[in-house]
């Protein structure tokens, strides 16, 4: 017999650390090879993570609602292969997890995106969480740091020690841009003190070769405060029971909260991790981008007709259907590269131009939820390209296989409105990109064509385009001109182009 030790892995290169949802197994259970031992979440998705060997799950090293670093040991399984331990440093199992990862890591926080069901996803109307990390500013004279993003971790170990976003906004940084980790507020914490009255509650600060963690039970993940303005208030020591949301601690296997009926009739029905990620998202966005949207119409009959030509001969040949969301991507891209200066971010007073153009989708799942992958490098893409792309991270998305490199790094957004019937929409930017474009439903109307013999009116297939901008860096000539070049790129297709 043999014990293999299963580390956490490595699940892209903007992740620490993630948060252990569920586990699948328990002590005594035999586990396959590839099977999922428990599910994990990130702030970008959840995923599981599979034993490479088989064997019997012989003991858990870590609980569910845990944060636990990349590269720790989370489980141990007792293998039929007679041979050593794959202890990399120790002989034995370690009672606490490996080094954690250095504090110039920027902080991973624990946010979640719900499990996708066996439903094919498709395209919705609401940006989801591609970078939402970025949100944080820039120092200010090195002494203060407001309007820097703190992670719903970071909140929660500060609220729970009396620390007021005055006194977070006072603590130097480590990590990426300033940012405040988890590690920084510890080190700070246990050199200031706890306060009275909050010592029960106090997290413990990182100690050598083991995995930080609070001594308190975890907290739901506060609810969204919208920025303040510059001459705030001060803020007080101890958060009132209102400012902030928690939730009661639930045991490993209860579950999910139940809807409940007040007054007779009405429900209240409490946000799961992701919508409550995407209700800060939302109002971050209105409230950090002056929204203008413009809208075009587009003749795209021979679109159309292109598509149900070849669509049945092309899923015969590569084994899966072409749809209309790579066409509108393709098209897209080439506006881009017309409009380079719709492809940027906004860093404060800097305009952040991207040299590579990656294409995000707002991506609803059949729970409701929504996800955000990106099409990395679209430009180099061929048509035939991008819908491979795009049917693999659907696919990927129903299935739960998304990894967290997968929905980050977005530069640009698209939106179809029109899988769920609408014809067009207001949608709002995904931060921190500065336009995201609404693709409505393609209606048979009658329509004012040109002909040789003069003006005549035929049965088309018009659809509407919408994007919204922001307006501090995006003008109306520049957002029209955009929206119109796309819509030029679809009604002058090639019907004589082959895939």
């Known amino acids: 017999m043999a014990k293999y030790q299963l580390l956490l892995p490595k699940m892209g290169e903007s992740v620490a650390e993630a948060t252990i949802i569920k586990w699948n197994k328990k002590p005594g259970d035999y586990i396959e090879a590839d099977e999922a031992v428990m599910e994990i979440a990130t702030d970008k998705v959840d995923s599981e993570v599979p034993s490479p060997v088989s064997g019997r799950l012989v003991e858990q090293l870590c609980k569910e609602d845990e944060v636990v670093q990349v590269g720790s040991v989370i489980a141990v399984i007792e293998t039929d292969e007679a041979g050593s331990d794959n202890t990399p440093q120790a002989a034995s199992v370690p009672e606490t997890a490996p080094e954690p990862a ?38 200010i ?47 700070y914490i246990q050199k200031r003190g706890p306060k009275a009255g909050n010592a029960s509650q106090s997290y413990a600060a990182p100690q050598q070769g083991q995995t930080t963690q609070p001594v308190a039970a975890p907290v739901a993940e506060p609810a969204y405060v919208a920025p303040q303005p510059v001459a705030q208030q001060p803020q007080q020591t101890q958060p009132a029971p209102s400012e902030t949301f928690t939730a009661p601690k ?33 109002v971050y966005s209105k409230h950090t981008s002056p929204h203008v949207t413009s809208f075009v119409e587009a003749d795209v009959t021979e679109l159309v007709n292109w598509r149900e030509r070849i669509k049945n001969s092309f899923e015969k040949r590569e084994g899966e259907k072409i749809t209309f969301t790579p066409i509108f991507i393709e ?9 380079p200066m719709i492809n940027i971010s906004v860093n404060g007073t800097q305009i952040i131009k991207k040299k590579d153009i990656n294409i995000s989708m707002a991506t609803a799942l059949p729970s409701g939820n929504l996800i955000v ?33 997968d929905v980050r790094d977005g530069t640009f957004t698209i939106t179809n409105v029109g899988s769920f019937g609408n014809v067009m929409g207001t949608p709002i930017i995904n931060q921190p990109q500065v336009a995201i474009l609404a693709v409505g439903a393609i209606k048979k109307k009658p329509a004012v064509i040109e002909t040789p013999k003069g ?38 297709w090639d019907t004589k182009r082959s895939l």
């Open 331 to 339: 098209a897209v891209v080439k506006a881009i590269k017309d409009f």
């Open 373 to 405: 992958p990106v099409i990395k490098k679209a430009d180099q893409l061929s048509l035939l390209g991008i819908t491979k792309a795009v049917n693999d991270l659907a696919n990927r998305a129903r299935n739960n296989k998304l990894q967290p490199d």
């Open 141 to 187: 004279d090195g002494v203060t740091y407001e309007n820097r993003f703190y992670s719903p971790l970071v909140k929660n170990i500060a609220n729970q020690e009396g620390i007021g976003n005055s006194e977070l906004d006072k603590i130097p940084g480590t990590g990426a841009e300033g940012r405040l980790t988890k590690d920084d507020l510890l080190e």
């Open 455 to 492: 003006d005549a009116i035929a049965i088309r297939h018009m659809m509407f385009l919408s994007l919204s901008y922001d307006h501090r860096v995006v003008d109306g000539a520049l957002g029209g001109q955009f929206v119109s070049r796309v819509a030029h790129y679809l009604e002058n």
């Open 250 to 282: 639930q045991s490993q296997d209860s579950p999910q909260p139940a809807t409940t009926s007040v007054s007779g009739g009405n429900e209240i029905i409490e946000m799961d991790r992701m919508r409550k990620l995407i209700a800060e998202h939302m």
């Open 102 to 139: 250095s504090q110039t890591v920027a902080e991973q926080a624990p946010n979640f995106v719900a499990q996708p069901t066996s439903q094919q996803p498709v395209i919705a109307d609401i940006p989801g969480i591609d970078q939402i990390e970025q949100r944080q500013g820039a120092p």
